[in-house]
């Protein structure tokens, strides 16, 4: 029996049909919440260039590529609980194992902004 690699966004689907689309083809993402799922599953499948590319243009310079891919790799990836969805925000929270095999989870308000036909990560304010 072939083995369902449901997409680590949690929508219940297979990668290939869901984010993996999105980290293929950034302008399928056609909301903000389909772009901050497909950055969840970008941590989780290690995409690193696809992060740092939808930061959107304004921000993009103040990111360290490295240190979103040392983030990514050094944490194991869970699960992402969408809270609340807007067209502009979408708070979350990603349950992760850190370095030490502690369970973390990272509660975020982001927001993002369309820019032509493509939507960007602009800013996050994390919540405690």
Not at 30 to 52: G, H, P, Q
Not at 57 to 70: E, L, V
Not at 95 to 124: I, R
Request: charged share 20%; net charge positive; proline share 2%.
């Amino acid at each position: 029996m072939e083995s369902v690699d449901l997409c680590p966004c949690g929508t219940g689907i297979t990668y290939a049909e869901c984010c993996q689309q999105v980290h293929r083809f950034h302008a399928k993402a056609n909301t903000a919440e389909a772009l901050m799922r497909a950055r969840y599953s970008a941590f989780v499948k290690k995409e690193i260039d696809f992060l740092y590319h939808t930061f959107h243009p304004s921000t993009r310079r103040f990111q360290n590529k490295q240190a979103i891919g040392q983030w990514a790799v050094e944490n194991k990836w869970m699960q992402l609980h969408i809270l609340k969805s807007t067209l502009h925000t979408v708070e979350f929270e990603a349950h992760y194992l850190d370095a030490q095999m502690q369970v973390q989870v990272h509660h975020e308000k982001s927001t993002f902004k369309k820019q032509g036909d493509l939507w960007y990560y602009v800013e996050g304010t994390v919540k405690y």
